[in-house]
């Protein structure tokens, strides 16, 4: 009986171990599913952000505006177009170098000032994209930590079915066992009675 009872138990611990080895096969794979799909997941959506980046880039160049110069630099070009209407060439090119002097200044500094307009919009537009990219990274993060704990749980389950499989095999063995001591004690009495009553019977 002992030989048996050990090999039942035995039987019980390698299928848990077969069981656990299955368990962790399985949600192996299913972490790893679900970081290659986090990981595309991250990529297409910094792809599409890169795309999306080089459209904004291209509308806001073809919104950009001429520049719209001052009205000293426009009666300066007035004063130009009268002076060589009326043949006067001499103040005409003086007044012209005045004009074009002053149209470099303020083409230069509308340049900058719509530069750094278009800077501020495109960082505005990034600072977007990041927190999209962020609440994703959030959300991935959050499942990431549900999986980890339905993984528990199905291992404190696995585990849990283990002990109460082996905890009714031992009260079976144990049942068993008292079973099997109790039928020898009767055996023996019996074998002592059977013995008794042939010695009496002897000395009759």
């Keep these: 009986m002992k030989a048996q009872q050990i090999k039942e138990r035995l039987g019980v611990e390698e299928a848990h171990m077969l069981e656990f080895q299955q368990f962790n096969l399985l949600w192996d794979k299913k972490s790893k599913d679900y970081e290659e799909q986090c990981d595309n997941n991250i990529k297409a959506m910094k792809d599409r952000h890169l795309e999306e980046l080089k459209e904004f880039q291209t509308k806001l160049l073809e919104k950009q505006q001429k520049p719209k110069f001052s009205t000293v630099l426009l009666n300066y070009r ?50 977007t994209k990041r927190q999209e990219l962020s609440a994703l990274q959030k959300r991935i993060n959050t499942g990431r930590e549900a999986f980890k704990k339905q993984r528990q749980l199905a291992l404190e ?32 009495l019996l074998s002592d009675s059977v013995r008794r009553k042939g010695s009496i019977m002897a000395n009759l």
């Design 157 to 188: 389950r696995l585990v849990q079915r283990y002990q109460n499989v082996k905890n009714e095999l031992d009260a079976s063995q144990n049942l068993e066992r008292i079973n099997a001591e109790k039928q020898g004690r009767t055996s023996l």
């Design 78 to 127: 007035k004063i130009e177009e009268r002076l060589a209407r009326s043949k006067n060439y001499g103040e005409a090119h003086k007044v012209k170098a005045k004009a074009d002097r002053l149209e470099a200044t303020e083409t230069e500094q509308w340049n900058q000032k719509k530069q750094k307009e278009m800077f501020q919009q495109e960082s505005q537009f990034k600072a």
